[in-house]
């Protein structure tokens, strides 16, 4: 799971190419050295079957299959149903394609013209030859589709079980880190805030992406103790960062719909809020349209409270998710951030230029802030802020980084087009 491409276990089994019980097949092609993935993800190295060795097991057992068949008189026999094995084998290797060749092939093999036909007993009848041919596709198209889906589900159960075990590991040693990404008020560019973004490095040490172990904290419910992690470490930074001067910060800290439907979640939101007692820094908790979707109901009654406790919410991604826009009126939403796709296409793409408009003059209308996300290019800066676009966030303004790798220096803002928009957004 890891980017990093080190040797696994494997190698050591495999042994140099040229030596070894399997090296007279490696001359020939039909073994290779191959990469895979062991169960915890990381890449290893190891003898595989190549298509080639397996197409000629294949033709072997169907020979002898055949050969079978005419030593015993000839088809149809039910000794015609020995073909199914090489079918399943081919189906549950190579998948779909391998299953309705390997299936025809038999199928021709077992034709009424074929050696196999015996003309001692009844010829079968085309319509009996096709019913029996249909069978053997049917048969290795199924097997191909189960064997993929199945193997699928346990991949995905193992790399959850392998992936949790990390997290919560890491959560007990206290070993997950958090970045802060700047968020920047596009009409004078200090930096007003930051997005608090969980980072993991795995017990090899390889930085692990959020995209490759959010998911499967959630599935696994291991994103509460790493939620909870991430909410106290960025709490304690924003009070860090007061007691340093910089008071009133806006900082952002991502919640899942899991941690949304989880009374834990609020117990641990007034503990912290509790803690804070005073206006050294805005909380504000990003959610998505997708968590609101999961469980609606218990994210209004949450997301309630969490307002009277006095933390903003903020609406994620925006424009991604497949929620209803009668959400916007009826969740407390101070901030809605823009999703980077949109920002991408903003000086390329008229609609998308259009869309985000459409969005800031919403947000305004709705009396909430707009946070333009993943602003790249001096262009799109200009661009947001012709239309009123009252935070930025992206490369171009600063990446995610450590705490000490903070810039603090105000971003200097390019002039807004001519066509500036004052939309009447707060500032
Ligand atoms: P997000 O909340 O939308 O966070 C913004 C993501 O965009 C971050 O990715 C950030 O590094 C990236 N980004 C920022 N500026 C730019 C830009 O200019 N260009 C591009 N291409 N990307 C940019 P990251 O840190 O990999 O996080 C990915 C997602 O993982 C987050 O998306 C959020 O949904 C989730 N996540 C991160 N930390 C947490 C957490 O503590 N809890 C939960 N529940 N989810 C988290
Ligand atoms: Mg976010
Ligand atoms: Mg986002």
Same mark, same amino acid.
Request: glycine share 10%.
């Given at each position: 799971?890891?980017?990093?491409?080190?040797?696994?276990?494997?190698?050591?089994?495999?042994?140099?190419?040229?030596?070894?019980?399997?090296?007279?097949?490696?001359?020939?092609?039909?073994?290779?050295?191959?990469?895979?993935?062991?169960?915890?993800?990381?890449?290893?190295?190891?003898?595989?079957?190549?298509?080639?060795?397996?197409?000629?097991?294949?033709?072997?057992?169907?020979?002898?299959?055949?050969?079978?068949?005419?030593?015993?008189?000839?088809?149809?026999?039910?000794?015609?149903?020995?073909?199914?094995?090489?079918?399943?084998?081919?189906?549950?290797?190579?998948?779909?394609?391998?299953?309705?060749?390997?299936?025809?092939?038999?199928? +021709?093999?077992?034709?009424?013209?074929?050696?196999?036909?015996?003309?001692?007993?009844?010829?079968?009848?085309?319509?009996?030859?096709?019913?029996?041919?249909?069978?053997?596709?049917?048969?290795?198209?199924?097997?191909?589709?189960?064997?993929?889906?199945?193997?699928?589900?346990?991949?995905?159960?193992?790399?959850?079980?392998?992936?949790?075990?990390?997290?919560?590991?890491?959560?007990?040693?206290?070993?997950?880190?958090?970045?802060?990404?700047?968020?920047?008020?596009?009409?004078?560019?200090?930096?007003? !805030?930051?997005?608090?973004?969980?980072?993991?490095?795995?017990?090899? !040490?390889?930085?692990?992406?959020?995209?490759?172990?959010?998911?499967?904290?959630?599935?696994?419910?291991?994103?509460?103790?790493?939620?909870?992690?991430?909410?106290?470490?960025?709490?304690?930074?924003?009070?860090?960062?007061?007691?340093?001067?910089?008071?009133?910060?806006?900082?952002?800290?991502?919640?899942?719909?899991?941690?949304?439907?989880?009374?834990?979640?609020?117990?641990?939101?007034?503990?912290?809020?509790?803690?804070?007692?005073?206006?050294?820094?805005?909380?504000?908790?990003?959610?998505?349209?997708?968590?609101?979707?999961?469980?609606?109901?218990?994210?209004?009654?949450?997301?309630?409270?969490?307002?009277?406790?006095?933390?903003?919410?903020?609406?994620?991604?925006?424009?991604?998710?497949?929620?209803?826009?009668?959400?916007?009126?009826?969740?407390?939403?101070?901030?809605?951030?823009?999703?980077?796709?949109?920002?991408?296409? +903003?000086?390329?793409?008229?609609?998308?230029?259009?869309?985000?408009?459409?969005?800031?003059?919403?947000?305004?209308?709705?009396?909430?802030?707009?946070?333009?996300? !993943?602003?790249?290019?001096?262009?799109?800066?200009?661009?947001?802020?012709?239309?009123?676009?009252?935070?930025?966030?992206?490369?171009?303004?600063?990446?995610?980084?450590?705490?000490?790798?903070?810039?603090?220096?105000?971003?200097?803002?390019?002039?807004?087009?001519?066509?500036?928009?004052?939309?009447?957004?707060?500032?």
């Amino acid at each position: 799971m890891g980017a990093a491409d080190d040797d696994g276990p494997g190698r050591s089994m495999s042994g140099a190419p040229g030596r070894g019980p399997l090296s007279f097949l490696r001359l020939f092609g039909a073994v290779r050295e191959s990469s895979h993935r062991d169960s915890n993800g990381a890449r290893g190295r190891g003898p595989a079957v190549t298509p080639a060795l397996s197409w000629l097991f294949y033709a072997i057992a169907t020979l002898t299959v055949t050969a079978l068949i005419v030593a015993t008189g000839g088809a149809p026999t039910s000794l015609a149903h020995l073909y199914y094995l090489p079918i399943l084998y081919m189906a549950v290797r190579y998948g779909v394609t391998a299953a309705v060749i390997s299936s025809v092939i038999a199928g +021709i093999a077992v034709g009424p013209w074929m050696i196999t036909s015996s003309p001692a007993t009844d010829r079968q009848t085309t319509s009996a030859w096709l019913v029996r041919l249909g069978l053997f596709v049917l048969v290795g198209v199924v097997a191909a589709v189960l064997a993929r889906s199945r193997s699928r589900q346990l991949n995905v159960m193992v790399r959850d079980v392998y992936v949790a075990q990390g997290l919560r590991a890491a959560v007990r040693q206290d070993t997950i880190r958090v970045h802060y990404q700047p968020l920047i008020d596009l009409t004078e560019g200090d930096v007003i !805030g930051f997005e608090a973004l969980c980072r993991w490095h795995d017990s090899k !040490g390889r930085a692990i992406p959020p995209d490759r172990f959010i998911p499967e904290a959630e599935r696994t419910g291991v994103i509460m103790a790493l939620g909870r992690r991430v909410l106290h470490r960025a709490v304690d930074q924003g009070h860090r960062w007061a007691d340093r001067g910089r008071r009133g910060l806006l900082i952002t800290v991502n919640v899942s719909a899991v941690q949304l439907s989880e009374p834990a979640f609020l117990a641990d939101l007034i503990e912290v809020v509790q803690a804070d007692g005073g206006d050294a820094f805005q909380l504000c908790l990003e959610i998505t349209e997708t968590a609101i979707i999961a469980d609606p109901v218990r994210a209004l009654a949450t997301l309630r409270q969490a307002r009277a406790l006095g933390v903003t919410v903020a609406l994620d991604d925006f424009g991604t998710g497949l929620s209803s826009l009668a959400y916007l009126a009826e969740f407390p939403i101070d901030i809605i951030k823009i999703d980077r796709s949109f920002v991408a296409a +903003i000086g390329t793409d008229p609609k998308s230029h259009a869309l985000v408009r459409a969005m800031v003059q919403m947000a305004h209308a709705l009396g909430a802030l707009t946070i333009a996300e !993943g602003i790249e290019t001096a262009d799109q800066l200009k661009a947001l802020r012709a239309l009123g676009c009252a935070i930025g966030q992206g490369y171009y303004l600063g990446f995610p980084g450590d705490v000490d790798e903070v810039e603090w220096e105000p971003r200097e803002m390019v002039p807004a087009n001519e066509d500036s928009v004052d939309t009447g957004a707060p500032r």
